[in-house]
């Protein structure tokens, strides 16, 4: 339900945002202080007239119940300036969409379209962990492994819009299969710590916390893939620190909740950094957990939209 469409007797603006996901589309109502006022969600389509139909009957539905000045959606893939998806990720369907253009002719609306870690990046300097900080990077665990790179206060997008592809990064050495030793088969939290235990262990599990429970349990199999899966995550953090020299390196993703996670990626990357004697003296930072949690790729492409008004 609608918490608040007047706050303190004035008439909030009010935007939609969307998160588009491999799984699932959250849609939320948020008003310009960023706060979500109202949210659902629901299984993606796999085919893309039944998708931008479900957000246009969505969206159409909310305009029922008050003005709306905006859409902003959150997607995964390569998004260019002018809101065409070169790629879409996991959502198959939208790639080669100009998903701006199509929304704008059906909502004769304001759209913005970014992709899903820059918009949570974007979010979380607005209201969450960046907020105030200039010059950061935003690294999302997942099915894969997103990023953003914040410079001088702007998204850096890369001369084909591909920057923050972090995941596409080598970590460890494959002479098999190159890309398994990129960070996105060593550091996701599906693709990466998921698969690797499922590759040794006789019951297919499909939720990383039970790793983390089955490890505290003294289970070897989970502690020598959590060591392992430390290891190369907080080699793909130096290389991005020292690469970027940034003021804040945050981690989003639902395994930022962990809090054991947080402090032992923090000890990895300690250890890590004391046997390169190039590094071993310089003041390294402490990677934080992202704040807005599943709610910032709604929140950022809202932010986007608004910027745009």
Known sequence: MVRKLIKGGVRMTNFVGIDIGGTTIKVGLVNQEGQIVRKEAFETPQDQTTLIAKLVQIIQDLQQATP???????????????????????????????????LTEKLNLPVAVENDANAAAIAEQ??????????????????????????????YRGAHARSGEFGWMLVEDDE???????????GATVIGLLRRYNQFSADQLTDARIIFERAAQHEVLAQNVLTSYYHSLAK?????????????????GGI?????????LNAEIQNVQSVHNSIKDLALLTVVAADLKNEAGIIGAVYEVMKKR
């Open 176 to 186: 098999i299969d190159v890309e398994m030793g990129s960070l996105n088969f060593r």
């Open 236 to 252: 793909g953090i130096i290389n991005l620190m020292v690469a970027f020299d940034p003021e804040k390196v945050i981690i989003g």
């Open 126 to 155: 607005w209201l969450g962990a960046a907020k105030g900080v200039t010059n950061y990077l935003s690294l999302v665990l997942g099915t894969g492994v997103g990023g953003a790179l914040v410079i001088n206060n702007q998204i």
């Open 68 to 102: 709306i000045a905006g859409v902003g959606v959150s997607v995964p893939g390569v998004v260019q300036a002018d809101g065409f998806l070169t790629t879409a990720g996991a959502v198959k369907c939208l790639t080669g969409v100009d998903l701006k253009g199509l």
């Open 256 to 264: 930022s909740a962990n809090k054991t996670f947080m402090a032992q």
